[in-house]
């Protein structure tokens, strides 16, 4: 399991420990989690640093891609964790991350 997946699986067991126990296998879970994300934020901190500019010094390349993994992480970090109970479920998380507790009566929205 990755980083992140270890954050998530300790975030949603503390955030709802009810919820976490219904997992069937938490560590198969989370180690997929995790590795999804990782690929997620690999992309976005791609895509949000852009290609090397003309004349770009060594620091200056540093500074601009560890910029775009650490807004990556946060952005997709934050998407990833459970709400806690009463709070919204923010779009757009993954199908198979929001299905751990979408049916759950806390988080479910009042259809009137």
């Known amino acids: ?13 503390t955030a709802d420990p009810e919820r ?16 999804d994300l990782e690929e997620r934020i690999d992309a976005l901190a791609r895509a949000t640093a852009g290609p ?24 997709l970090i934050r ?3 459970i709400p806690e109970p009463g709070e919204e479920i923010e779009e757009p998380l993954p199908p198979e991350w929001r299905s751990i507790w979408t049916h ?3 988080y479910e929205t009042n259809p009137d």
Not at 21 to 31: G, K, L, R, V
Not at 52 to 75: C, I
């Open 79 to 81: 998407e990833a964790m």
């Open 52 to 75: 090397d500019r003309p004349g770009e010094e060594y620091l200056e390349k540093v500074a601009r891609l560890t910029s775009a993994r650490v807004n990556a992480e946060s952005d």
């Open 104 to 106: 759950h009566p806390e």
């Open 20 to 35: 976490f126990a219904q997992i069937p296998d938490p560590e198969e879970f989370f180690t997929q989690m995790g590795a």
């Open 1 to 13: 399991m990755n980083k992140y997946g270890a954050r998530l699986m300790r975030q949603w067991q």
